[in-house]
């Protein structure tokens, strides 16, 4: 009885182990993933991400990440399917609503990524990233003062977000507000004095000044 006993909780412990080193294994291919996205290595990124969702198939992050992975790698549709898993499994996964949106706006699906960012923002109306979102969408839409105001909300959250400084200076540009235009690539250039674009951008428009 006493081996039985003492079988049984080996076969506990090898259980628990076993977990634990799926779980670390996991860890680490996900955290691999992510480097290889960072150097645009997106082909290694994606067997680090297949590896991690073999262990582990209800991983939500992993899923976001393979999205976007393909996507780099051009299989949009695949990438957008992987967004779809993630979304069945936690239907309030942010990062999931923001990422999709933005993909279905670089292929110019707008009124979808639209919904999508509007859905982010349902979840969190504090969520800076889908207001910045929604910012794009509507300019690429037409509605260029929609999207300022989007603009607007996304550096009220976040007055150090780069990105929405330069954006929204482009998209003032583009309907003939220089001057403040001007301030808001003044703005990016501050928080990145080495921003090129910026400052690039910056120049043609002093030029005919």
Request: with cysteine.
């Amino acid at each position: 009885m006493n081996n039985l006993f003492l079988i049984f909780l080996w076969r506990m412990e090898m259980g628990l182990l076993n977990a634990l080193g799926d779980k670390f294994k996991k860890k680490s291919l996900f955290a691999d993933g992510i480097e290889y996205m960072k150097h645009d290595k997106y082909g290694k990124a994606l067997k680090c991400f297949d590896k991690a969702l073999k262990i582990d198939s209800n991983d939500v992050r992993s899923w976001v990440n393979r999205g976007l992975t393909l996507e780099n790698l051009n299989r949009h549709e695949e990438g957008l399917e992987s967004f779809d898993k993630a979304l069945k499994l936690d239907p309030k996964y942010i990062e999931a609503w923001y990422n999709k949106g933005l993909i279905l706006g670089n292929h110019k699906m707008y009124k979808e990524a639209l919904k999508h960012h509007d859905k982010a923002l349902e979840i969190d109306p504090e969520y800076s990233k889908a207001w910045f979102g929604k910012g794009v969408v509507l300019t690429n839409l037409g509605k260029h003062e929609e999207g300022l105001e989007s603009f607007d909300k996304a550096l009220k959250l976040d007055p150090k977000d780069i990105t929405v400084w330069f954006i929204k200076a482009i998209t003032l540009k583009k309907i003939g507000k220089y001057h403040e235009a001007l301030n808001c690539f003044d703005k990016a250039l501050e928080l990145d004095p080495n921003l090129e674009a910026a400052k690039k951008a910056k120049e043609e428009l002093l030029s005919p000044m």
